[in-house]
């Protein structure tokens, strides 16, 4: 079973022991059975609602508009709510898992469920809609969504569901790992699904679309730009094709990336050449000193193929592995950017006593030295995974990372990025822009002690690189 299908299967677990409590339920209006019928249909117009729950006595049931129009076809017209309301009604416990209530569903042919808490009082209604709509927030049926898809728009509205899938997986306690798999599995499906409704066919058979950075990696859960380039197989070309790399710039913009501020896009003739302008770019990068070198390699160096020919992206790290090889002085040049920031050397006192507010920065401190040193050492080892754990995984293998060293990157780098995720969507809750800085109040005791051990494992990678590469020595 592969990796997919297994995070498939357990993601379909999750869903099937949500409880129905966690869905969108329905807060019901109540009327007497003896009200007259026009009263209740002008309550209905105001609160925008299409039924009522129907209180007799002790009886409870429901009038709908459904009723309303069964009603109109008799011969004559009910005097009151009641005489035209349904008193079967079927409960579900709120702590009923949402699998039991769309059995209850099924079983019973009804489109809605009372839903009450242990006390038997009611909280809500769920609805056949509400319960579906809980369901298909979950990656499977997104995945559908966006393979069915047949504009851009359509696109967006599954893009808006990863989002908010986000949310749902972060506070139903699904490790911060498998949400960042799903999510890089999901953005690609949408990247290449709308790359597939843009580019011509022969444009896609002869050119590999790649997304870079973080999302390269699938370490991006929130959107945060566009790194993405085209390579064209060499003696290909199209006319026109500025158009279509705008076009799909546009559509990635409407499906919630932003344009990336350093224009690593495809809209770049720089990120958007045959394989042969790509090889020389390569080899520029390396040997010719360039001061935006290391970093243009390092965010190509996470590329991977979302569309085309994946063999062009692979032709061009083969490429790289034959470039860098006796290239000490670039790969200490490229290590050095892991080892540039450094916190401030009371941070961790003032920290603890809450001294002040003053930020801190959770990637350029924290995940980037992870990520960075991680890929440094790959680089120089031939390491060709993707994503910053399977590379120390690979790194452990071939003995370049002690395991012990390597057990402790994988967990700082996910508590980094849970602690990360967290405080963005407290942002985006709050109506703020989400950014990577977090303050002294914004951590509990054991967050902060937490962060105090993840530094120190960055700070033992740090002090690894500095031998491996020599960099005081720079």
Known sequence: MNDESSDAQREMLTLLTAHV????????????????????????????????????????????????????????????????????????????????????????????????????????????AELVGSVASHSHLVAVQIDQATSIDELAHAAQRVDAMVEGLQDGGIRIERITRVVGALNRRLIARAWSMIAPAELVANSCLMVMGSEGRSEQIQKTDQDNALVLRDGFSMPGLDAVTARLADALAQLGWPPCPGGIMVTNPRWCCDAATFRETLRDWVHAAQVDGPMHLAIFFDAAAVAGDAALLAALKDHLDRIVTDSDAFLARFAAAADQFDEPATWWSRLTRNADEHPFDLKKLGTFPIVHGVRALCLASRVR??????????????????????????????????????????????????????????????????????????????????????????
């Open 385 to 474: 995974e993707s994503d910053t754990v399977h590379r120390i995984a690979r790194l452990v293998e071939r003995q370049v990372l002690d395991a012990t060293l390597g057990r402790d990157l994988t967990e700082a780098l996910h508590y980094l990025m849970g602690l990360k995720l967290r405080r963005q969507l407290a942002q985006r809750a709050a109506g703020l822009a989400p950014d990577n800085l977090t303050r002294p109040s914004d951590l509990s005791t054991m967050e902060r002690h937490q962060l105090k051990d993840a530094m120190a494992i960055t700070r033992q990678l740090r002090t690894l690189l500095r031998r491996r590469f020599r960099l005081d020595a720079l």
């Open 21 to 128: 409590r966690d869905a969108a339920l329905r807060i019901p209006l109540e009327v007497d059975a003896g009200t007259d019928i026009v009263a209740v249909c002008r309550l209905l117009t105001r609160a925008g609602r299409t039924g009522t729950l129907v209180r007799d006595g002790d009886r409870l049931g429901i009038f709908t508009t459904t009723d309303l129009r069964d009603a109109l076809a008799r011969e004559a017209m009910p005097a009151n709510v009641g005489e035209m309301s349904h008193f079967d009604l079927y409960d579900v416990d709120a702590d009923a898992d949402l699998f039991e209530a769309l059995w209850l569903m099924l079983r019973h042919r009804v489109h809605r469920l009372l839903v009450r808490d242990a006390s038997g009082t009611v909280l809500g209604v769920l609805g056949q």
